[in-house]
């Protein structure tokens, strides 16, 4: 079965700091790196993803940062705020065979901002 | 505006009761998906379909079954032999592109509770 570890399991940050979550994949049958942020009581939503072939990827506060011979990937959140609070999930899609187009989901981050 | 509408938001079940989960989209996606959400857990996925008329077991499908008839339409039911059903149980449906957007978008989910 296909992993993705995610670590830290919680993380508290002060208003004004950076976030750092990571992943790590076992294997490379991955294609695309999706983070989604979700609230309490919500759905998750696509917060930022990369594809293999990009090791950096920025939108405003979001960067993921790519590692592809380590099989690991990052999300940083600069300037933490406190309506960042929430919990992320790193995910891994299926590249090919039973996996295709399948989303395999980290364990979870539940990121508390301190203001 | 398209999205996912999972109802009811909650849900209470009696020990030996069956009950079903409503899922509908009017993304025009092909593909859907149930995971179950537990604390620490992340999420996990229960069943997907990736056509009308044809869905696929994920990781967790014991004590579930669903049916895909309508492209909009992913009900889940949680049987009897479920033996711990109370989670948060959330639908996706997904698109995948080369230049656009892709990724999961997902419910607000139905928390299920045994009483």
């Known amino acids: 079965q296909q992993q993705v570890k995610q670590s830290p399991q919680s993380l508290i940050v002060q208003k004004g700091g950076i976030s750092i979550i990571n992943c790590a994949y076992e294997n490379t049958a991955f294609d695309y790196f999706p983070w989604y942020q979700q609230f309490p009581g919500k759905g998750p939503a696509l917060l930022i993803a990369?594809?293999?072939?990009?090791s950096e990827k920025k939108e405003g506060r979001f960067t993921i940062s790519f590692n592809k011979s380590a099989k690991q990937f990052s999300l940083h959140i600069m300037d933490s705020q406190p309506g960042d609070s929430a919990t992320y999930f790193c995910a891994a899609r299926g590249a090919g065979g039973t996996s295709y187009g399948k989303l395999t989901f980290g364990q979870g981050t539940i990121l508390t901002v301190h203001p | 505006d398209g999205g996912i509408t999972q109802s009811p938001k909650y849900l209470f079940r009696k020990e030996g009761q069956n009950v079903t989960l409503s899922c509908e989209q009017n993304?025009?996606?092909?593909?859907m998906y149930w995971y179950r959400q537990d604390p620490g857990q992340g999420l996990r996925l229960i069943y997907y379909?990736?056509?009308?008329?044809?869905?696929q077991k994920g990781d967790i499908a014991e004590g579930y079954s669903v049916s895909r008839e309508k492209k909009e339409s992913f009900p889940l039911t949680v049987t009897s032999a479920q033996k711990n059903p109370t989670a948060f149980y959330l639908c996706a449906s997904s698109i995948w592109s080369r230049t656009g957007k892709s990724g999961y978008t997902f419910g607000s989910g139905t928390r299920l509770t045994v009483v």
């Open positions: 993304l025009n996606h092909d593909a």
């Open positions: 990369i594809r293999p072939d990009v």
């Open positions: 379909s990736q056509i009308v008329n044809d869905f």
